[in-house]
């Protein structure tokens, strides 16, 4: 459990620190281990733009208690938006010990002032660093790939879905082979018709570790791949990229140093959000703050001409420009037949 006073020692810190470089100062609520009793202080990120502090299965009762301690020296909350806890409507029916979770975002709407709440889904970012990193990989390209997945949840399945999308080969494998049937289902069914790729249950982790050269493992059950699992690789070159917890047994993780032929990856997110965060120290200089709001009534050379832009659906008149509230490019106009027509100029 994440203590008051180290966390209001931290938080100075480094809102100290990041105020003498003028960079932003974002605190990162997390729920992503889900096995966790309490609370604790996950990783720090630091760029030239902003600093990052994160704060690991906060539950809502606790970011009450110090919400205001984060509001007073951060410059952003992001509020992990996805419910992955039980939520108990009685507190005095579980232990006491036991803490409500499921709806971070709607507690911090009450806490913090909504201008300061940045959302965000673990899971999304994660899946699409994931799918960066096996681009990256693949020379870029993951059309008539074979990968392997072990353990489609929420992360893994938006992986899979996601490289049958880009043309490649899914075996998915679950202990609950009920489950992965009905991912494997699922995803076939969403899948375009021009997709040739498919996924393809497997039905055990011997055969799912034989399918693929490459291994997506993406379960949060311990230990369970064991060496004899990893001996079922195809010969040559293979790759692990390990996106899960702690599903490789202590003794498959001492056996990947004398393969000399797998290619071992932990994933990092870093890139990825460090990519989402750095838009929202961006954002001031690149969009007006009105940007999305009404259509805005100008008055030019006397006349009133109207202004729409952030896909506001104009009217027969009115001028299509980048910003409503200072425009300086034209787009183009609506014409008396309501639609757009295309004039590009400077104002």
């Known amino acids: 459990m994440i203590e008051s006073t180290d966390l209001l020692n931290r938080l100075k810190i480094i809102s100290s620190y990041s105020q003498s470089i003028n960079a932003s100062f974002f605190v990162v609520l997390s729920s992503s281990n ?15 733009s902003f600093i990052s502090l994160s704060l ?38 579980v232990e006491s010990s036991t803490c409500l979770y499921s709806n971070l975002l709607s507690s911090a709407y009450i806490i913090f002032p909504k201008d300061k709440i940045i959302p965000w889904s673990p899971s999304r970012i994660t899946s699409e660093s994931a799918l960066n990193t096996l681009r990256s990989l693949k020379n870029g390209d993951l059309s008539g790939s074979r990968i392997t997945l072990i353990g489609p949840g929420s992360i893994g399945f938006k ?23 009905s991912i494997v289902s699922a995803i076939n069914c969403i899948k375009s018709k021009y997709t040739i790729a498919s996924a393809i249950q497997a039905t055990s982790l011997d055969s799912a570790f ?15 791949i064991l060496p004899k699992h990893l ?8 790759t692990i990229l390990d996106v899960g917890k702690n599903s490789l047994s202590s003794s498959a993780l001492a056996l990947l140093p004398r393969m000399q032929q797998l290619n071992y990856f932990r994933l990092d997110i870093s890139r990825e959000l460090v990519g989402f965060l750095s838009n929202y120290c961006l954002l001031d200089n690149y969009i007006s703050p009105n940007l999305f709001g009404p259509k805005k009534c100008l008055s030019r050379f006397e006349n009133y001409v109207h202004f729409v832009s952030g896909g506001f659906p104009g009217s027969a008149g009115d ?10 490019f034209q787009l183009g106009y609506i014409s008396e037949k309501d639609e757009f027509v295309s004039d590009f100029k400077i104002f």
Do not use: M, W
């Open 210 to 224: 034989a399918s693929s050269s490459c291994v997506v493992l993406s379960a949060s059950a311990n230990n369970f």
């Open 56 to 93: 690991v299965n906060i539950s809502q009762n606790e970011l009450e208690l110090i919400g205001s301690l984060i509001n007073a020296h951060c410059d952003y909350v992001v509020v992990d938006t996805e419910k992955k806890h039980p939520f108990f409507l009685d507190d005095t029916s």
């Open 34 to 48: 889900e096995h966790s009793p309490g609370s604790y202080f996950g990783g720090i990120r630091r760029t030239k």
């Open 319 to 328: 001028l299509v420009v980048d910003d409503a509230n200072d425009p300086v």
């Open 159 to 181: 992986i899979a879905l996601g490289l049958v999308e880009e043309g490649a080969s899914v075996h998915i494998f679950s202990r609950d082979i009920a489950r992965s049937a």
């Open 231 to 238: 001996q079922f690789l195809p010969r040559g070159s293979s």
